[in-house]
């Protein structure tokens, strides 16, 4: 939501409670985003329950005691449904990467607030063959699963049978998605919508970029693995993460600005709507 919404004809951010409105009359469930504090918090618990949304939080811990300390906050907030971990030790490997992981995980399950690690570059799970040992070692891993990493890390511009199978193992390892899509040479790009007529004359949008069609496939099978293993009172958070700039592309116009080439609005409605229709298939 950084940087959207346009008032009285110029380019002016939302207002946070501009952006609760618009995430609640858009039909989306819940936030994810950073841990409020200070009087923030009290604007954030004011606005999650004047909107009815749930919510979670990104924590990016070095160390188990870094995490310990962000979990002790996180239940002090008080309404955290889990956290999205990016563990930010990109050089560690081996056992010591397995005995954090078991820690941080054995510490989640002691503070009784979920905590998924998420597949992300520049953090303990950017690589792919890594991250499918640590799940070898590992079979409780619980992941937040964002192959737009992975596709761009390894130029994924086709999915080979090889690169297919590693994602797969950790697919069976769902508990949340964070839904943006990579062609292997940027980490998010723009799905173009193409509007046709149907036999009645109502218009229909047709989605066009060949790895789309991979993100969905991947995202459909996160979704049942997770039903697999889920208990009854617990969700599948989707999120539609599409980041400002610089993640967001952007080119400059005739007067030097510097504008996005995608709306990341429109953008994240259309992926909510794709993931409502996949998860009519689990």
Same mark, same amino acid.
């Given at each position: 939501?950084?940087?959207?919404? %346009? ?85 560690? %490997?081996?056992?010591?990467? %397995? ?6 995980? =054995? ?51 086709? %999915?080979?049978?090889?690169?297919? =199978? ?117």
């Amino acid at each position: 939501m950084s940087g959207l919404g %346009v008032q009285n004809g110029t380019r002016n951010e939302w207002s946070l409670e501009e952006k609760f409105r618009s995430i609640a009359e858009a039909g989306y469930d819940g936030i994810n985003g950073m841990l409020p504090e200070g009087k923030e918090a009290e604007q954030w618990h004011r606005l999650l329950d004047q909107y009815n949304l749930s919510y979670s939080v990104n924590a990016y811990p070095k160390t188990v005691e870094e995490l310990d300390d962000f979990l002790c906050k996180a239940k002090s907030f008080g309404r955290v449904d889990f956290v999205n971990v990016q563990v930010m030790r990109p050089f560690l %490997v081996g056992d010591q990467a %397995v005995k954090l992981l078991a820690d941080m995980a =054995e510490l989640s399950r002691s503070a009784g607030i979920p905590a998924y690690i998420e597949t992300h570059r520049g953090t303990i799970t950017q690589d792919l063959l890594r991250t499918v040992e640590y799940a070898h070692h590992l079979p409780g891993i619980e992941l937040t699963i964002d192959f737009s990493h992975y596709v761009v890390a390894g130029e994924m511009r086709t %999915v080979s049978d090889e690169a297919e =199978e590693l994602l797969q193992t950790l697919l069976s390892r769902t508990k949340s998605i964070h839904a943006r899509v990579s062609n292997g040479e940027q980490v998010q790009i723009h799905i173009p919508m193409l509007a046709s007529m149907d036999g009645e004359g109502a218009t229909e949008i047709e989605l066009e970029h060949s790895m789309l069609k991979h993100f969905q496939r991947w995202w459909l099978a996160g979704m049942r693995s997770w039903r697999q293993g889920a208990k009854e009172d617990e969700v599948m958070p989707f999120i539609c993460e599409l980041g400002p700039p610089p993640y967001a592309i952007t080119v400059r116009d005739t007067d030097g600005v510097e504008c996005e080439v995608s709306d990341r609005w429109t953008q994240a409605l259309l992926f909510a709507r794709i993931a409502r229709s996949l998860w009519e298939q689990v």
